[in-house]
């Protein structure tokens, strides 16, 4: 557990009425155990829609009865004890803050359903969601399964029942209606969310397995008659697992305040376990099986290992994290004006290319430079910078020479070419990505033509904007599906400009994938003919294909590459009139 998250039982359990008053769409994600009620209390993706800053997360948890009977090895059909149950709950509310709808199954009878709700209460659950089956109920989502309703009056007695014994206003219960679940219809369904409704229901859920949401969108339309009937305002909740094509929006525009995702987190573990599982006995050894798998540090920081979570701050606290600047190589493209030079030497408005790089970097407190020599390394000087001497810089790449600062990569590092030129914002906001391998990717390679002589890096991007979505670009969903030299560039949606990000665990992932490469591969590897010519996107390909996530910044201005000697002159011209304009000023 994590002590940050202390929360007691009256200050939680009316939130859920709180953001309900607010008529705010209230998002709830499964959790049937503590570290599941973790990440559902805490994960949150942000993005940018425009020029606005969006946040995303959910605001409830549903501790669910298929997954904790699930996740126990047990069948959904009220096996599993309430008090087991009550267990599980309690295990989640004490890590997590966010409130807490449970899934109640039947209720029992309505001796049983008073304790039920007793119990829940007391230990600050917000609401529970009871069905109208007859016990012991049988799951929904399953096809041919015998559904048997309750008499709708009978159940409505059980909901009064419930409510008469609850000590507070903050406790809500919601009437779970399986109509359309049986079979029965809609005149049924909407028969029973009247009953329900005058026998003093908090709300109501409609349940469906059909793949489309047809139905239940027609009864939220007939739910909020029958409201405007009863003059009543009582919320309605769904669960869109079987109608999943829908969008939350869609859904809120209907009437819906409540969407519960309600099992997912419990079928994406099993999969990935079962996935893990196949790939180490596959392959007799578990590194094919780490892109699957959350680093142990993670876990520990997720709950609470105090330790090791203490030392990990540290590290995320320490901007200063070292920066790798591979120069080893010629630049033929631009010898006539270095003359013998390495291009990181070249005059860029009375200033070295590699004391513009520095001043940028030291001005997002980053002074711990390394730059890698090779090619007349005896001319390369900057101040404050370290130098290593790749000496067999003719025989490999420019990730070789990045790898001869090796030592400087093992707690995270940022890697910068040694002909790229930045603007400081560039820096400050790959410093402030939180993945763990960040590209910094240039989208305006779409509408430009290829330049002649130049061997760029494309990349493709896996996203795909949904032109039916209002066009919200999220960090985490930004990933590279293919970079390298030789991808055709009308296919291309970025270039790689040169640019990127390791933290400790992407430092961990790239030396540890190209150390398996050269052990165990051999002829053709990507783009590479052999592995002595193998270059940085040959290995970041190789680490996307075994199945990491390599993430982009996205930018479309704030960088220059000095390749030509044309560059060097526009260079020169723009930093002359920035540093002249600064004057003025």
């Known amino acids: 557990m994590t002590l940050l998250n202390q929360n007691l039982p009256e200050e939680r359990r009316g939130k859920l009425k709180t953001l309900l008053?607010?008529?705010?769409?209230?998002?709830?994600?499964?959790?049937?155990?503590?570290?599941?009620?973790?990440?559902?209390?805490?994960?949150?993706?942000?993005?940018?829609?425009?020029?606005?800053?969006?946040?995303?997360?959910?605001?409830?948890?549903?501790?669910?009865?298929?997954t904790d009977s699930a996740s126990?090895?047990?069948?959904?059909?009220?096996?599993?004890?309430?008090?087991?149950?009550?267990?599980?709950?309690?295990?989640?509310?004490?890590?997590?803050?966010?409130?807490?709808?449970?899934?109640?199954?039947?209720?029992?009878?309505?001796?049983?359903?008073?304790?039920?709700?007793?119990?829940?209460?007391?230990?600050?659950?917000?609401?529970?969601?009871?069905?109208?089956?007859?016990?012991?109920?049988?799951?929904?989502?399953?096809?041919?399964?015998?559904?048997?309703?309750?008499?709708p009056d009978v159940f409505a007695q059980k909901i009064k029942r419930g409510k008469k014994v609850q000590a507070t206003d903050d406790f809500m219960i919601i009437a779970r209606i399986e109509s359309l679940i049986a079979g029965t219809g809609m005149e049924d369904a909407l028969t029973r969310a009247r009953i329900y409704l005058q026998a003093g229901v908090d709300g109501i859920m409609i349940h469906s397995k059909s793949k489309q949401p047809d139905e239940i969108m027609e009864f939220a339309g007939k739910y909020q008659d029958l409201l405007k009937e009863l003059e009543m305002s009582k919320p309605l909740v769904c669960v869109p697992t079987?109608?999943?094509?829908?969008?939350?929006?869609?859904?809120?525009?209907?009437?819906?305040?409540?969407?519960?995702?309600?099992?997912?987190?419990?079928?994406?573990?099993?999969?990935?376990?079962?996935?893990?599982?196949?790939?180490?006995?596959?392959?007799?050894?578990?590194?094919?099986?780490?892109?699957?798998?959350?680093?142990?540090?993670?876990?520990?920081?997720?709950?609470?290992?105090?330790?090791?979570?203490?030392?990990?701050?540290?590290?995320?606290?320490?901007?200063?994290?070292?920066?790798?600047?591979?120069?080893?190589?010629?630049?033929?493209?631009?010898?006539?004006?270095?003359?013998?030079?390495?291009?990181?030497?070249?005059?860029?408005?009375?200033?070295?290319?590699?004391?513009?790089?520095?001043?940028?970097?030291?001005?997002?407190?980053?002074?711990?430079?390394?730059?890698?020599?090779?090619?007349a390394g005896d001319k390369m000087k900057g101040e404050g910078i370290s130098f290593l001497h790749n000496k067999n810089y003719k025989k490999g790449t420019e990730l070789h020479s990045l790898l001869t600062a090796q030592e400087k990569m093992h707690n995270g590092f940022l890697m910068l070419y040694s002909d790229i030129l930045l603007e400081n914002h560039v820096i400050a906001q790959l410093l402030a990505s939180k993945e763990d391998i960040?590209?910094?990717?240039?989208?305006?390679?779409?509408?430009?033509?290829?330049?002649?002589?130049?061997?760029?890096?494309?990349?493709?991007?896996?996203?795909?904007?949904?032109?039916?979505?209002?066009?919200?670009?999220?960090?985490?969903?930004?990933?590279?599906?293919?970079?390298?030299?030789?991808?055709?560039?009308?296919?291309?949606?970025?270039?790689?400009i040169g640019l990127a990000k390791f933290s400790k665990t992407g430092a961990e992932q790239f030396l540890q994938t190209y150390q398996d490469v050269l052990k165990n591969l051999k002829g053709k590897v990507q783009e590479a003919e052999d592995v002595s010519q193998f270059r940085l996107t040959d290995l970041i390909q190789e680490m996307i294909d075994r199945g990491f996530n390599v993430h982009y910044l996205e930018i479309h201005k704030g960088w220059l590459e000095i390749h030509f000697p044309k560059d060097i002159e526009l260079a020169n011209e723009l930093f002359t009139a920035q540093e002249h304009t600064t004057k003025v000023s």
């Open 21 to 66: 008053a607010q008529d705010k769409l209230v998002r709830v994600m499964e959790a049937h155990n503590g570290l599941s009620g973790i990440v559902a209390d805490t994960t949150c993706v942000e993005g940018k829609s425009g020029d606005q800053s969006v946040t995303r997360e959910f605001d409830a948890l549903w501790e669910s009865s298929l």
């Open 438 to 496: 960040v590209l910094v990717l240039d989208n305006s390679i779409q509408y430009l033509e290829a330049v002649e002589g130049k061997a760029t890096d494309y990349v493709i991007s896996r996203n795909r904007q949904n032109r039916n979505r209002r066009s919200i670009n999220f960090d985490h969903q930004n990933t590279v599906a293919k970079i390298g030299k030789k991808i055709d560039p009308a296919s291309a949606t970025h270039e790689f």
């Open 242 to 375: 079987t109608y999943n094509n829908i969008q939350e929006e869609e859904l809120q525009a209907t009437g819906f305040q409540i969407i519960i995702y309600a099992n997912h987190s419990l079928r994406a573990a099993y999969k990935a376990m079962r996935d893990t599982a196949k790939s180490i006995l596959s392959n007799q050894r578990s590194l094919e099986a780490d892109p699957l798998c959350a680093p142990v540090r993670e876990i520990f920081d997720a709950v609470g290992f105090l330790d090791v979570k203490e030392k990990d701050q540290q590290d995320e606290t320490n901007t200063n994290i070292p920066v790798i600047i591979p120069a080893a190589g010629e630049a033929p493209d631009i010898e006539s004006v270095l003359k013998n030079t390495p291009k990181a030497m070249a005059d860029i408005a009375g200033r070295t290319l590699l004391a513009r790089q520095a001043q940028a970097l030291n001005q997002n407190h980053l002074t711990d430079v390394t730059v890698v020599t090779g090619y």
């Open 72 to 151: 126990k090895g047990h069948p959904d059909i009220e096996v599993i004890s309430f008090d087991s149950r009550l267990h599980t709950i309690q295990e989640i509310l004490t890590v997590t803050q966010k409130p807490m709808i449970v899934d109640g199954d039947t209720g029992g009878d309505p001796n049983t359903f008073e304790y039920m709700v007793s119990k829940m209460e007391r230990a600050g659950v917000s609401a529970v969601i009871i069905e109208d089956k007859v016990f012991p109920k049988r799951n929904s989502l399953e096809a041919g399964t015998s559904q048997v309703l309750q008499e």
